[in-house]
């Protein structure tokens, strides 16, 4: 199973930039897809996550200014993030969870919010 992320950059704060996951081996529509992040020195933290019937979730430092989706036919999930911060400075990983001992990360992504 592969979960290949992209869109990782360096950027400025107050950019933008879009992740993407591309699954292959699986087929997300029965998994509940997310993004978590970690940046140094920190565990990693949950930033959003879908549900197989389209539900979303955000941690608090994110929401309004990040937006998770899916598109099922395409096997890939992607992670839209506006306006932002140094704080959001870390590598994103992709999660693919069906349930308890089956689910599956990405390598990661790495973003840097900076001047």
């Known amino acids: 199973v592969h979960l290949m992320e992209s869109g990782g950059d360096l950027v400025q704060p107050g950019g933008s930039l879009r992740l993407s996951c591309a699954a292959s081996?699986?087929?997300?529509?029965?998994?509940?897809m997310g993004w978590y992040r970690q940046a140094p020195g920190k565990q990693r933290e949950l930033v959003a996550q879908?549900?197989?019937?389209?539900?979303?979730t955000y941690a608090d430092s994110v929401k309004g200014r990040f937006t998770i989706s899916r598109d099922n036919p395409e096997n890939t999930v992607y992670l839209e993030m506006n306006n932002l911060k140094p704080d959001d400075t870390a590598v994103y990983f992709c999660?693919?969870?069906?349930?308890?001992?089956?689910?599956?990360w990405g390598q990661g992504t790495q973003v840097t919010v900076s001047e």
């Open positions: 879908i549900t197989r019937v389209g539900r979303t």
């Open positions: 999660n693919a969870y069906f349930s308890y001992g089956e689910e599956y």
């Open positions: 081996e699986i087929d997300i529509i029965v998994y509940i």
